[in-house]
């Protein structure tokens, strides 16, 4: 994905879109068809471009060292400052 004017980089993905309509779960994860998307820990990741850093947005479940080595290794984060904030847009709806 190309960054935009002033030099991010973001999914154009949207939780709602991805989980509702898109079923991105499935095949794997047959056991949250009758989950909403807002009931699970999750988050985004934004890359500067300009300042060669990335941000993690997420919930706050999830700032355990564990998740944050599994986030970095997954995506390959080794050569890029990382900033990890909590952002009450993705924490977890509770019923």
């Known amino acids: 994905m190309a960054p935009d004017d002033i030099g991010m980089v973001d999914s154009p993905f949207q939780h709602i879109t991805e989980w509702e309509n898109k079923h991105i779960y499935l095949p794997h994860f047959k056991e949250l068809i009758a989950s909403e998307y807002q009931e699970l820990p999750r988050g985004r990741v934004v890359y500067s471009t300009l300042a060669n850093t990335i941000t993690i947005y997420m919930d706050s479940s999830l700032f355990a060292n564990v998740y944050k080595e599994q986030l970095?290794?997954?995506?390959?984060?080794?050569?890029?400052?990382?900033?990890?904030?909590?952002?009450?847009?993705y924490k977890v709806y509770n019923h």
């Open 72 to 89: 970095k290794s997954y995506f390959d984060f080794t050569n890029c400052k990382i900033i990890w904030k909590k952002d009450s847009h």
